[in-house]
């Protein structure tokens, strides 16, 4: 983005600086960590998920806050997620939910990282490390209950466990699984799914010490006695029902405070005679004379191209269009009948302008995606400040 000569506070040097600014709001997510932990109750702990930089928030930030609201658990995806967790500080358990390559088994001795395992291998270069150290390991075994993803089948659990735990230096410490549907109260599979893990948990809990753990915001919602030993939260994390808005009408939610807003500037502000094509492809036609502003946001700032001719923005507190298609770095958007927008009004493309709010589940919807995905593209692909 070309550095103008519009000021913006907070950013003093010039050149460093995106007109575009997503915005986390660190007690919010504190709020929404402890009002989790309420829920399920002292006995059992609340692991934050924090992958995909969490989701889209800053895991290292995201990390602290949820720290500081009491979490001790905190899930990623790979393990170079979980070293620059620990690097930064983070204390508690990390756990590394899609395995490693094998030669960097050293690393979760190094860093004091919880591996989940589903294959043989994995377990033995752990192993391996474990002996070379003098060490033991404590790890968590993935079983497939039903979502059709990673993990080992509930009815091999048994044998694979005992295999595993033969191993010198590896000491099974949990097990755990993942639901497809439980977002969904009135979904049959989330109780098939349950049977299946609480089986596999039960064989093993007769041989193991071991902490049992599948749900996930949507179970910690809908599905009180999936909650076992720990519950992993993500979405909840972030302010958001995993149903969408649709979804979100228990009484239950409307604690939950989106923590992300996304806010931008107008560059420019003209106007446009009737029958004139707008932005690349001409897919969009003035019908009138319109008043065009056009945004400094675009695909690459992860405001998606699927948005073209969908998504609203708040200006001046009321919701406009997005018109034509959305560029590689500006989208236009239709502010005929505001009165005095100019160039450097502020615009609010999710959050809170004046009455009204855009939240993750309204652009999703204009996408055909989730919340997810949205928090992810924004947070991920602007500069983020930190607020109270
Ligand atoms: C991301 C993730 C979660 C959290 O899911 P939400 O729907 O965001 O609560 C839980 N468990 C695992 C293994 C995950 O990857």
Same mark, same amino acid.
């Given at each position: 983005?070309?550095?103008?000569?519009?000021?913006?506070?907070?950013?003093?040097?010039?050149?460093?600086?995106?007109?575009?600014?997503?915005?986390?709001?660190?007690?919010?997510?504190?709020?929404?960590?402890?009002?989790?932990?309420?829920?399920?109750?002292?006995?059992?702990?609340?692991?934050?998920?924090?992958?995909?930089?969490?989701?889209?928030?800053?895991?290292?930030?995201?990390?602290?806050?949820?720290?500081?609201?009491?979490?001790?658990?905190?899930?990623?995806?790979?393990?170079?997620?979980?070293?620059?967790?620990?690097?930064?500080?983070?204390?508690?358990?990390?756990?590394?939910?899609?395995?490693?390559?094998?030669?960097?088994?050293?690393?979760?001795?190094?860093?004091?990282?919880?591996?989940?395992?589903?294959?043989?291998?994995?377990?033995?270069?752990?192993? =391996?490390? @474990?002996?070379?150290?003098?060490?033991? *390991?404590?790890?968590?075994?993935? $079983?497939?209950? /039903?979502? &059709?993803?990673?993990?080992?089948?509930?009815?091999?659990?048994?044998?694979?466990?005992?295999?595993?735990?033969?191993?010198?230096?590896?000491?099974?410490?949990?097990?755990?699984?993942?639901?497809?549907?439980?977002?969904?109260?009135?979904?049959?599979?989330?109780?098939?799914?349950?049977?299946?893990?609480?089986?596999?948990?039960?064989?093993?809990?007769?041989?193991?010490?071991?902490?049992?753990?599948?749900?996930?915001?949507?179970?910690?919602?809908?599905?009180?006695?999936?909650?076992?030993?720990?519950?992993?939260?993500?979405?909840?994390?972030?302010?958001?029902?995993?149903?969408?808005?649709?979804?979100?009408?228990?009484?239950?939610?409307?604690?939950? =405070?989106? @923590?992300?807003?996304?806010?931008?500037? *107008?560059?420019?502000?003209?106007? $446009?005679?009737? /029958?004139? &094509?707008?932005?690349?492809?001409?897919?969009?036609?003035?019908?009138?004379?319109?008043?065009?502003?056009?945004?400094?946001?675009?695909?690459?700032?992860?405001?998606?191209?699927?948005?073209?001719?969908?998504?609203?923005?708040?200006?001046?507190?009321?919701?406009?269009?997005?018109?034509?298609?959305?560029?590689?770095?500006?989208?236009?958007?239709?502010?005929?009948?505001?009165?005095?927008?100019?160039?450097?009004?502020?615009?609010?493309?999710?959050?809170?302008?004046?009455?009204?709010?855009?939240?993750?589940?309204?652009?999703?919807?204009?996408?055909?995606?989730?919340?997810?995905?949205?928090?992810?593209?924004?947070?991920?692909?602007?500069?983020?400040?930190?607020?109270?």
């Amino acid at each position: 983005m070309a550095a103008g000569k519009v000021t913006i506070p907070h950013f003093t040097v010039m050149y460093d600086y995106s007109f575009n600014s997503i915005k986390i709001n660190c007690s919010a997510l504190r709020k929404n960590y402890a009002f989790i932990q309420q829920k399920t109750g002292a006995g059992v702990p609340v692991m934050a998920m924090v992958k995909a930089d969490a989701y889209g928030h800053g895991m290292v930030m995201a990390a602290k806050a949820f720290s500081h609201a009491g979490c001790t658990a905190f899930g990623v995806a790979e393990l170079r997620e979980a070293v620059l967790l620990r690097e930064a500080g983070i204390q508690g358990d990390i756990y590394v939910t899609i395995g490693f390559v094998e030669i960097d088994a050293g690393l979760f001795f190094q860093y004091r990282l919880t591996p989940v395992i589903y294959s043989y291998a994995a377990a033995q270069a752990l192993s =391996i490390q @474990a002996v070379a150290l003098g060490q033991e *390991i404590g790890i968590h075994i993935k $079983v497939d209950s /039903g979502m &059709g993803r990673l993990g080992i089948f509930p009815p091999d659990i048994p044998a694979f466990a005992d295999t595993v735990a033969s191993l010198p230096g590896i000491k099974i410490n949990g097990l755990m699984s993942h639901f497809p549907e439980s977002d969904n109260p009135a979904a049959e599979s989330t109780r098939e799914n349950f049977t299946q893990f609480a089986g596999a948990c039960r064989a093993l809990k007769n041989r193991y010490t071991t902490l049992c753990h599948i749900a996930n915001s949507g179970a910690v919602l809908n599905f009180p006695d999936t909650w076992c030993d720990m519950v992993r939260a993500g979405i909840a994390l972030y302010g958001y029902h995993p149903a969408g808005s649709d979804g979100g009408e228990g009484p239950s939610c409307t604690a939950l =405070i989106p @923590a992300m807003s996304f806010t931008s500037r *107008i560059l420019q502000v003209k106007t $446009v005679p009737a /029958g004139r &094509g707008i932005s690349y492809g001409h897919t969009f036609r003035t019908r009138r004379q319109t008043t065009l502003a056009v945004l400094p946001v675009g695909y690459e700032d992860g405001f998606s191209r699927l948005l073209s001719n969908r998504a609203k923005v708040l200006v001046h507190g009321h919701p406009v269009p997005v018109v034509g298609r959305i560029c590689m770095n500006m989208c236009m958007i239709d502010v005929t009948g505001l009165t005095d927008v100019a160039a450097g009004d502020e615009v609010v493309l999710l959050g809170r302008q004046g009455q009204q709010t855009i939240t993750a589940d309204d652009i999703a919807k204009e996408m055909g995606s989730i919340s997810y995905e949205v928090l992810c593209l924004l947070g991920n692909n602007n500069q983020r400040q930190y607020i109270e």
